[in-house]
Nanobody, 115 residues
């Protein structure tokens, strides 16, 4: 079965960096686009970044452009989100996502940006 396991979240000061990882299993990872979403308290889940199956194409939500970078390693079945210049508004639970006829989600990893 499809499994997505996120890691790498934590508490970081404004301006700091974190690298999230999502280990995927149960499907042919190299054939599917992958996405990172986030959900802050009281807000709807929003798309942060998406990467094509080969990694040749990426898209970003406007507020993270120039600060976040999505990448993938198809040999390791893993997708990453490098987050730099973090802001308090980036505080959220970050989820990995793949669409294979339906949406599959990981359990999420908490990112908290605070002094």
């Amino acid at each position: 079965q499809v499994q997505l396991v996120e890691s790498g979240g934590g508490l970081v000061q404004p301006g700091g960096s974190l690298r999230l990882s999502c280990a995927a299993s149960g499907f042919s990872f190299r054939y599917y686009a992958m996405s990172w979403y986030r959900q802050a308290p009281g807000k709807e889940r929003e798309l942060v970044a998406r990467i094509s199956n080969t990694g040749s194409s990426t898209t970003y939500e406007d507020s993270v452009k120039g600060r976040f970078t999505i990448s993938r390693d198809n040999a390791k079945n893993t997708v990453y989100l490098q987050m730099n210049s973090l802001k308090p508004d980036d505080t959220a639970v970050y989820h990995c996502n793949v669409i294979i006829r339906t949406n599959f989600w990981g359990q999420g990893t908490q990112v908290t940006v605070s002094l």
